[in-house]
C-alpha cells in the first residue's frame, strides 16, 4: 500500500504565498495522474489541480492563475505552488491519486490564510 504525505502547510497573510508537497511511500508516482484537493471547514473536499503523467495540468476555477502543481517522478514528490493565497484558500489540502483512491488518503496538510 503506497502512503501519501503532505507538507508545506502553514499560516500565511492573505497575498503570499505556500508551496506544499506530497512525497510517496515508494516509486509510484510517475504510474498515475494526481491530484490535489482540498476541505476547508464545514464543507465537502474538492478537487483543486491535476497533473498527468505526462505532465498537462488542469485546475478549478478558484485557483486557476494562482495555484501551480508539478511533478519531480524521480524524487517521487508532487507540488502545489499557491501564490496569492486568499482566506477562501484555508483548508486542509490532500494529495491523492486521479480520480481519488480512498486507500491513498494521509494527513493533509493545514494551510491558513488570515491577516
Known amino acids: 500500500q503506497v502512503q501519501l504525505v503532505e507538507s508545506g502547510g502553514g499560516l500565511v497573510q492573505p497575498g503570499e504565498s505556500l508551496r506544499l508537497s506530497c512525497a510517496a511511500s515508494?516509486?509510484?508516482?510517475?504510474?498515475?495522474?494526481m491530484g490535489w484537493y482540498r476541505q476547508a471547514p464545514g464543507k465537502q473536499r474538492e478537487l483543486v489541480a491535476t497533473?498527468?503523467?505526462?505532465?498537462?495540468?488542469n485546475y478549478a476555477d478558484s485557483v486557476k492563475g494562482r495555484f501551480t502543481i508539478s511533478r519531480d517522478n524521480a524524487k517521487n514528490t508532487v507540488y502545489l505552488q499557491m501564490n496569492s493565497l486568499k482566506s477562501e484558500d484555508k483548508a486542509v489540502y490532500y494529495c491523492?491519486?486521479?480520480?481519488?483512491?480512498?486507500?491513498?488518503w494521509g494527513q493533509g496538510a493545514q494551510v491558513t490564510v488570515s491577516s
Open positions: 491523492n491519486v486521479h480520480p481519488a483512491h480512498g486507500d491513498c
Open positions: 515508494r516509486s509510484m508516482l510517475s504510474m498515475y495522474a
Open positions: 497533473i498527468s503523467y505526462r505532465g498537462t495540468t
